[in-house]
C-alpha cells in the first residue's frame, strides 16, 4: 500500500504500517490506550482523528469505514462530536493543565477524566485524544493513570507524544505503543503535490529543510518567508563561526528576534510547536497575527538588540523601549533558534564528513562547505550534544537569554573544537 495515497477515508500520509497496526488494534478492542510516538510534525493527530472517524462512524461497516460522510463523521471533522473529547497543551507555559479537584476547567486532565465517566452521548463508543501527552507533568498523568487503568466500557483513549520518555513508565506500559517515524522526501513531495502546495522542486527542499516531517513541510510551504527567514538566521551562525566573542555576543538577541519571526510565521501557517497539537483544533489555537520583516544579526557588537514584542509572537521592538516579551514567547523563540542552530551543525558535519548529499538545506551547500574547511570533525557532533542539552535546559525555564549567550560563545572560530 502507498503510504501517500488517501486509502478510504483516511486522512493520514506516508504511514501504511502505522495506520495498519493501530486500525487492527483499535478495531480488534484489543487495548482501550493507543501511544502514537513520534517527533512534532509527522501525523501523530492526523492519525489519532483517522482512527476517531473509524470508531465513530455510524454510516458504513468494517474495512468501509470512515464513511466520511455520516452524521458521525462530519461531527469528527468538524470537531463537535460529543463522544470525542480532546485534551492538549494550552496557556502560556504550553502545558497540559491537571486542573482543580472539584469543578474542573475545561482543558484540563481532571476535567477529561470526569467528562469520560458519564454515558456516551451517541450510545456508541467515546474517543479521547490527548496531544502532545508529554506536556503533563507527573501530578497530571498521575491523574489520568486510573482511568487508563479501569477505563469504562467502551472508550479508546489515544496519547500523541513527541517525547514518550517523559511519560511515566505506569503511563507507558498502560498503553500500546506505535511509533511514526519521519518521511522520505519523496513522500513529502506526494503530500504536497496532493495538497498542491508546491511544485516538485519547492516540495524536494521543503521535505529536506522540514527533516522528514509533512506538518512543517506544509507550514513552510505556507510561509515562504519563514524559509527566507531560516536560511538568514542559519547563514548568520555560519558567519558567527568566525566572529569575535564580542560580536557573537551582541548578535544574540538579534537571533533570538528573528527566530521569534520565524516561529510565529509557521504557527500561523499551521506548523506544530513543540509540546503542541499537530492538526486543525491546534492550529486554530494559535494563530496569531506576525509582523515585522527577518532581521539579520548585527555586523558589530555596538549594533542595538532587540526583542520580540508581547503584542505579537513575531514582532520585534527595540531593546530600549522597556518592553519585553512573556518569559512563554521567548522560550518559544530560543527553542526555534536552538532547532535551526541543530539543523546548521548537522549539515556542517555531514559536509565536513564529506556527504553533501546529506545536507537538509541545499541552499546553504556553498556556504556550509566554505565553514567546514579547517574545522575540527568533532567540532560539530560535540556541540550537537550542547545543543540538545540546551533543548531539555529551556524546557525546565532556564532563561532564554543566558543560555542562547551560552550557546553563541560555545559556538566557537573555525580550527576550534565547540
Known sequence: MDGTIAVAGLRTRGHPA??????????AGATHALLLAGPAGVGKTTLALDLAAVLLCSGATGPERPCRACRGCRMVDSGNHPDLHRLAPDGPGGQIRIGERSNADPGTVRRLVSDLALLPVEGGARVA?????HRMNDDAQSALLKTLEEPAAGITIVLCADEEERLLP???????RIRLGTLDVREIEAILGEQAAADPPTAARLGRLAGGRPGIALAYARAPDAVLARTEIARSLLD????????????????????AIVAGTLAEAGAPRAGDADGPAGRARRSRRVVGPPVRPAAAAGSAASSVDPGGEGAVEPAESGR??????RRRAAGQLIEIWREVARDLAVVRLGQPSQVRDIALLDDLAAAAEGLDPAAAPRFLVRLARAGELLDVNVGPELLVDDLVIAWRPRGAAA
Open 18 to 27: 502505522a495506520l495498519a497496526a493501530a486500525r487492527a488494534i483499535v478495531e
Open 129 to 133: 485524544i490527548v496531544e502532545g501527552a
Open 170 to 176: 505506569t503511563i507507558r506500559s498502560r498503553c500500546a
Open 240 to 259: 558567527l563561526l568566525d566572529a569575535s566573542r564580542a560580536r557573537r555576543l551582541a548578535a544574540a538577541r538579534e537571533l533570538l528576534a528573528s527566530a
Open 324 to 329: 519585553r516579551a512573556p518569559a512563554a514567547e
